[in-house]
């Protein structure tokens, strides 16, 4: 990887990485529950917004009471509202490259109420969702209940302007950023949050026709969304579709080509027709689609998570002159190694990064609450060393 003597700004590194051009320092990509961020603002740094300091402070002292998952349903829901700030402002106030806007999350619960002495949640899909025993908004009811449902469903309009000021204010705000906006594929939010996977994987083989149909309007909208956040002022448009278990993909490779594949290439044109780089969250095994990445000219993959069975130091030797990776921060293993395994897994991860240089230092999730203290600092203060130029 060049380095670059002259200093760059947040977007002219990542977009440099993503093309493997010289950069000052590897980028950075941090991705936080907004759980995390009430805990982080509590106990490490706080936030520079006051009133939403305030909040995440407040929220969490209310979780830390509670005992963190055993707290009040309603502590483990309130931190979702705080989820643009979380993983748009807060990472660039911690030194990360890059910011997420969600062009929904402000207005994606539509309404709370109770049911059975349970908290609910309506979504901007229609969906029903809850914390019963967790903290993520999990889907209780689901807006799509069987293949009938398909035709006369309808996607929320974010067609009008002010459905993008989130993005407009984070661009003002940090003109030098990474904006990145949110798009969604065809395969693991239409099967995971409007609808349920065994339905939609029996869908494939009883009723593949309307399947078919429905991820065409799906994939219109969510192409819509992004040309709509790119020109509002983003530079990336991260597309969420999870497609692997651990060791293995949801679907196989042949019926991921037919349902899924054509979809993720449009919506990559699309983006690329937009004037922005287009990034894939996916979950889960990733080897056997990493050949269609590139035919696709996907631009940069993220979470490439070790749990799942991917291999960084093996697949980046073999693809990382074609595609750039976001990964090296593992989140999910760093739970259970000691703060020096953990900054030694980091350091290992960017040193293999710097043989291509299409690669960006950043988390294989969002790094949750449960993360030990330690551990939490060890990510930052080994970031900071790399990013300062410590380790070469």
């Known amino acids: 990887m060049g380095i670059l003597n002259r200093s760059m700004t947040s977007k002219e590194r990542v977009l440099a990485a993503a093309k493997g ?17 009430c805990r982080l603002m509590y106990e490490y740094q706080p936030a520079r917004n006051r009133l939403i300091n305030w909040e995440g402070k407040f929220i969490w002292k209310r979780m ?34 890059m910011a997420i806007v969600s062009i929904m999350a402000d207005d994606f619960i539509r309404r709370f109420f109770w049911q059975n002495k349970h908290l609910r949640v309506l979504d901007a899909f229609g969906s029903v969702r809850g914390v019963d025993h967790g903290f993520y908004l999990d889907i209780i009811k689901p807006a799509i209940k069987k293949v009938g449902d398909l035709k006369a469903y309808r996607f929320p309009d974010y067609s009008r302007d002010k459905n993008y000021n989130s993005i407009r204010k984070m661009r003002a705000a940090y003109p030098g950023a990474c904006i990145v906006v949110e798009a969604f594929g065809v395969q693991d939010f239409f099967s995971t949050q409007i609808w349920d996977m065994p339905s939609f994987m029996m869908a494939l083989y009883d009723y593949p026709d309307e399947v078919k149909e429905f991820q065409q309007h799906f994939a219109d909208w969510s192409i819509d969304l992004a040309r709509r956040g790119v020109k509002a002022g983003a530079d990336v448009v991260l597309i969420y579709d999870d497609y692997g278990f651990t060791g293995q993909p949801f679907l196989s490779v042949k019926m991921w080509k037919e349902f899924t594949y054509p979809h993720l290439r449009k919506l990559i044109e699309a983006v690329h027709d937009a004037g922005a780089v287009a990034l894939l969250h996916s979950c889960g095994y990733q080897p056997p689609f990493l050949d269609y990445y590139v035919e696709a000219e996907l631009d940069m993959l993220q979470s490439f998570q070790p749990k799942a069975g991917n291999n960084f130091k093996e697949s980046y030797t073999k693809y990382g002159d074609r595609l750039c990776f976001i990964t090296g921060i593992d ?30 230092l950043g988390m294989t999730h969002m790094m949750q609450f449960t993360m030990p203290k330690e551990n939490i600092e060890t990510v930052f203060n080994t970031v900071h060393e790399i990013q300062s130029g410590t380790h070469g």
């Not at 005992?67 to 990360?96: D, M, Q, V």
Request: charged share 15%; glycine share 10%.
């Open 21 to 37: 051009q010289p950069v000052d320092h590897v980028p950075v990509f941090y991705w936080f529950s907004p759980h995390l961020a």
């Open 64 to 97: 830390s009471q509670g005992g963190g998952l055993k707290s009040a349903e309603i502590w483990r829901a309130f931190p979702h509202f705080l989820t643009n700030y979380a993983a748009g402002n807060f990472p660039l106030e911690l030194g990360a490259d």
């Open 331 to 360: 989140v999910q293993q760093g739970e259970q190694m000691t703060p020096a395994q953990l900054r030694e897994n980091i350091i290992e991860s960017y040193r293999t990064g710097k043989i291509h240089g299409r690669h960006i």
